[in-house]
């Protein structure tokens, strides 16, 4: 998740100058061989190493993909684009973490990241051959990328994704010891569980295309109110088998959030779409880090793994508190632009 806020932004920043099909291919490249270094790592720190090189590129990737998409699609399906394309990162929870798991169960887990590395050549090779050129949105200057960070709703709707997709992270991050401690199953059941939340996650990505195209930001607020009510749910749902898994999908479904802010991002950045839809992914792996963190907290205070379904409906809260503060902005913003004409003709009256 380090990796991943820090190369963000500055990836973007740096491969500004060049088109979007070789930057793809470029930092796809990137990722594969972090991941081969991650396989081969001889000690832990070296491994610790090889995972933040490995995670550098990832924000870009999605971010320069996200745009890429809206790029080839009709102007009135920008959302359902962008959700297609997050559609990747949920099918990696669908699959690959219940997969990887496996793996590291029953083979080693070198195989994991030695597989990552080939899947992500083969991903490499299909851009190669699929992906039109002549996609690339204006060229601009790193000054004028940066000057995305002078605009408020930037910061607000990065705030939302940071603050308000961590609680999905606090009960995702410690669902494998609730599973054991609490509901009382084996650790044979704990692959699904965390599949429940690819499950929830894959029909969010379409629900938030879809949220967006139809309410724009206001979406966010129908998301998090969702996610509020799951996640107080949650510690009640974690005592038997059928319910956390139906609370795993429920919670899951808050990966909605993830096209409505990057399409938001794209509409409020100005000409700094790379450095803002890249952004995007430092503040989702910034949540990453907030959710488990803060969920570990309540957890070592003695509150009981399923407190973190309310660590999780806090974060939840103070999001839809920030997506408050973003309509007020949004609506004096609109309101200023609407009364500027009519001064103007009253001064020339």
């Known amino acids: 998740a380090l990796g991943v806020v820090v190369g963000a932004p500055l990836l973007a920043i740096l491969g500004n100058g060049i088109s979007r099909k070789t930057l793809l291919l470029s930092l796809m490249g990137f990722y594969a061989l972090g991941n081969l270094a991650s396989a081969l790592g001889p000690t832990y720190e070296s491994l610790l190493w090889f995972r933040f090189i490995a995670g550098l590129p990832h924000g870009a990737y999605f971010g320069?993909?996200?745009?890429?998409?809206?790029?080839?699609?009709?102007?009135?399906?920008?959302?359902?684009?962008?959700?297609?394309?997050?559609?990747?990162?949920?099918?990696?929870?669908?699959?690959?973490?219940?997969l990887a798991t496996w793996v590291g169960q029953v083979i080693d887990w070198r195989w994991?990241?030695?597989?990552?590395?080939?899947?992500?050549?083969?991903?490499?090779?299909?851009?190669?051959?699929?992906?039109?050129?002549?996609?690339?949105?204006?060229?601009?200057?790193?000054?004028?990328?940066?000057?995305?960070?002078?605009?408020?709703?930037?910061?607000?709707?990065?705030?939302?994704?940071?603050?308000?997709?961590?609680?999905?992270?606090?009960?995702?991050?410690?669902?494998?010891?609730?599973?054991?401690?609490?509901?009382?199953?084996?650790?044979?059941?704990?692959?699904?569980?965390?599949?429940?939340?690819?499950?929830?996650?894959?029909?969010?990505?379409?629900?938030?295309?879809?949220?967006?195209?139809?309410?724009?930001?206001?979406?966010?607020?129908?998301?998090?109110?969702?996610?509020?009510?799951?996640?107080?749910?949650?510690?009640?749902?974690?005592?038997?088998?059928?319910?956390?898994l139906l609370a795993t999908v429920a919670i899951g479904l808050m990966g909605a959030l993830g096209p409505i802010l990057q399409s938001h991002l794209m509409d409020v950045a100005g000409d700094a779409q790379t450095l803002a839809a890249a952004s995007h992914h430092a503040a989702f792996n910034a949540a990453n880090a907030l959710g488990p963190w803060l969920g570990g907290m309540a957890i070592t205070a003695g509150f009981g793994w399923t407190s973190t379904g309310y660590v999780g409906a806090a974060t939840a809260v103070a999001g839809l508190l920030v997506y408050a503060w973003a309509r007020r902005t949004a609506r004096r913003t609109t309101a200023g632009a609407s009364t500027a004409p009519a001064a103007a003709l009253a001064c020339e009256g």
């Open 64 to 98: 320069v993909a996200a745009l890429t998409a809206v790029a080839i699609s009709p102007p009135d399906r920008r959302g359902r684009a962008v959700s297609l394309v997050m559609l990747g990162l949920t099918l990696a929870i669908l699959l690959g973490n219940p």
């Open 112 to 244: 994991i990241y030695a597989a990552v590395a080939v899947i992500s050549l083969a991903t490499a090779a299909l851009l190669a051959m699929w992906l039109p050129r002549g996609i690339d949105g204006p060229r601009t200057r790193p000054v004028a990328e940066l000057r995305a960070f002078n605009r408020l709703p930037v910061w607000q709707a990065l705030a939302i994704g940071a603050i308000g997709f961590a609680g999905m992270f606090a009960v995702f991050s410690y669902l494998a010891p609730t599973m054991l401690e609490v509901t009382g199953v084996s650790a044979a059941w704990i692959p699904l569980g965390l599949a429940g939340f690819g499950v929830g996650g894959v029909a969010g990505n379409f629900a938030g295309g879809w949220l967006y195209d139809r309410f724009k930001l206001r979406g966010a607020w129908v998301v998090l109110a969702w996610a509020v009510a799951m996640l107080l749910l949650f510690p009640l749902m974690a005592r038997s088998l059928p319910t956390i």
